[in-house]
């Protein structure tokens, strides 16, 4: 389990004393990880009274992926992008929202930040949980001036930090530098995301699986087989597991994360490489569930070693407690079709 703690270690003084930890350190991500708090606290701010300043709706365009974009999606977008803009770090952004790459002022800034800016939109206008997702990259050729896609197509394993921000009942924000898990939540009546767990393990095996099972029919045969041996009895607790979807991946995975158990987004007849987009979806919080000693597939394969071949691509996603995406996987390859 994680380590809980009761002092009072605010997201800021985390990050500084991280930071510490490591000499050679410019402390240049640890102001890139200050720039996306604040970010997160004025996301979260107009999240938390959307209804009331009329942020609610769409505001008529569409996204990359054909997707009415909410208005709440832009204003997140908007907010993520110019603070990163602020510290100069960050030379191009790429973002669920936008088509291309986003050059930013400084085009010899040492990092790259995919974002899911507000993650799980459809779900905005009745009010349930929703999530803002980053994923950092080290720039490989620092100084080239002409910065191209090509820069942001690295796979997962060589993010240098990534993280969600969980609007949900109380907003959390989770991140990892590769070192472990941590976990704050923001106390509004100081402005500040503090501490609340340390070093985040997920439960080996968990008895929740999550997916959307509206799509069953198209499912392949051993995702079809692993879902019933699910909904029998669970050898260690007598009981059949529990379904759980939310539909807003970032709550589900949080979930995941505290219960254990198993988030799947299989491919399907409408999404034959799966829905979710890899670079600023599924490597991220493959990363952060990795780190907490789960892992991420794809069906076949460790979903941050997938080499990208497009800045919006998608990928089937199996991730949660090492016991059930095992579990899981070995059904797909045991019951292939035919
Ligand atoms: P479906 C939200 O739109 C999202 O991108 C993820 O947050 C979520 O896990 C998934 O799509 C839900 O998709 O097809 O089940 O509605």
């Not at 930040?113 to 459809?122: A, E, K, T």
């Not at 669970?234 to 158990?261: C, F, N, Q, W």
């Not at 990363?287 to 998608?314: C, K, S, T, V, Y």
């Amino acid at each position: 389990m994680s380590t809980k703690t009761n002092k009072l270690i605010t997201l800021d003084e985390y990050i500084i004393q991280a930071q510490n930890r490591f000499p050679g350190a410019t402390g240049e991500l640890s102001q890139l990880l200050r720039d996306i708090g604040l970010a997160a606290k004025i996301i979260s701010r107009e999240v938390n009274k959307a209804g009331i300043t009329n942020l609610l709706g769409v505001d008529g365009s569409t996204n990359v992926h054909g997707e009415s974009v909410k208005k709440l999606d832009l204003f997140a977008d908007q907010q993520m992008i110019s603070a990163l803009d602020r510290s100069l770090i960050t030379c191009m952004v790429i973002s669920e929202e936008n088509d291309g790459i986003v050059r930013l002022n400084s085009q010899g800034g040492k990092y790259i930040v995919y974002l899911d800016p507000l993650d799980g939109s459809s779900n905005i206008d009745v009010n349930v949980s929703i999530g803002s997702i980053f994923s950092i990259y080290m720039r490989e050729a620092r100084f080239d001036p002409n910065l191209v896609e090509a820069d942001a197509l690295q796979p997962g394993i060589r993010q240098v930090a990534a993280g969600y921000v969980l609007y949900g009942s109380s907003t959390i924000l989770c991140y990892t530098t590769g070192m472990g898990v941590s976990a704050f939540t923001l106390d509004p009546s100081l402005g500040e995301f503090i501490l609340s767990e340390d070093n985040f393990e997920i439960p080996d095996h968990g008895t929740i699986y999550s997916i959307n099972e509206g799509s069953y029919n198209s499912w392949e045969l051993g995702l079809k087989k692993y879902i019933k041996y699910c909904q029998e009895v669970d050898e260690e607790t007598g009981r059949p597991y529990s379904a759980r979807y939310i539909g807003s991946m970032v709550a589900d995975i949080h979930r995941t994360l505290v219960k254990g158990g198993i988030f799947i987004y299989p491919s399907s007849n409408r999404y034959p490489n799966g829905k979710l987009r890899l670079m600023y979806e599924c490597n991220p919080l493959s990363f952060i569930i990795e780190q907490a000693g789960g892992i991420a597939m794809d069906g076949l394969g460790r979903i941050m070693e997938i080499q990208p071949n497009a800045i919006h691509e998608r990928t089937p996603i199996y991730i949660g407690s090492k016991k059930n995406v095992e579990k899981a996987v070995e059904f797909l390859a045991n019951h292939t079709e035919g």
